[in-house]
C-alpha cells in the first residue's frame, strides 16, 4: 500500500494455538508498537518503500517456519499551499503569486468567488484578468499525482476596487 505519512496499521493473519508471529523489519525502516500482533501499528517509516516480514513460527520450533512480506510506500507528505497575500488592486487584473509544488505534485488555481479569467490555472504565478467590483476569492489546491494524500489548499482574496490609490508613477529625468 501507498501512505502518505510515516504511521500505518499492518494486516497480517492471525497465530493458531502453539504459534508465535513475529514482525520484522527487512528493507527502510519502522518501529512495531508490538512485534508479535499481527495487526500492529509500525511508526517512523521511510519517505520510498519499507518492507516488513510476517513469520510464524510453532512454539517447539520443530515445524518450518512460514512468512509473507508486505511493502509499505511513504509517498511523504504535501507541500503545504500558500496563495499569497491578500491585496486590493485598482484595476481589473491581477498576477496571482503562490507557492512552487514538489515532485509528483500537481498546483490549480480554482475560482471561488466573484469573477475572473485565470490565464494558466496550473501555474503557480498566473495572470487573472476580468475581475468584478469588490472580492474576489481564488483557491491553490496541491494534490499528488497519485491522488492518496489529502489535498492542501489556501485561499486568496484579491479586491478591486477602482478608487484604490494607485502605486505612484516613476517619473525618470
Not at 499481527?38 to 512460514?66: K, R
Not at 507541500?79 to 515532485?103: K, M, P, R, S, W
Not at 498546483?107 to 469573477?115: D, P, Q
Amino acid at each position: 500500500q501507498s501512505v502518505c505519512t510515516d504511521v500505518v496499521a499492518l494486516a497480517a493473519n492471525a497465530v493458531q494455538a502453539n504459534e508465535v508471529g513475529t514482525w520484522t523489519v527487512l528493507s527502510g525502516s519502522g518501529d512495531f508498537h508490538d512485534v508479535n500482533d499481527p495487526e500492529t501499528l509500525v511508526e517512523n517509516l521511510s519517505v520510498g518503500i519499507n518492507e516488513f516480514v510476517w513469520t510464524i513460527t510453532d512454539a517447539a520450533n520443530t515445524c518450518a517456519e512460514s512468512s509473507d512480506i508486505v511493502r509499505i510506500e511513504v509517498i511523504g507528505s504535501l507541500t503545504v499551499a500558500d496563495a499569497g497575500e491578500d491585496q486590493e488592486v485598482c484595476i481589473d487584473e491581477v498576477t496571482l503569486v503562490a507557492n512552487a509544488v514538489a515532485v509528483g505534485e500537481a498546483g490549480t488555481w480554482v475560482l471561488i468567488s466573484g469573477t475572473g479569467q485565470i490565464d494558466n490555472s496550473t501555474s503557480a504565478t498566473t495572470l487573472v484578468t476580468g475581475l468584478s467590483l469588490g472580492e474576489n476569492e481564488f483557491e491553490w489546491r496541491i494534490t499528488d499525482d497519485n491522488g492518496i494524500c489529502p489535498d492542501s489548499y489556501d485561499r486568496v482574496i484579491i479586491t478591486y476596487n477602482p478608487q484604490a490609490t494607485p502605486p505612484t508613477v516613476a517619473i525618470a529625468n
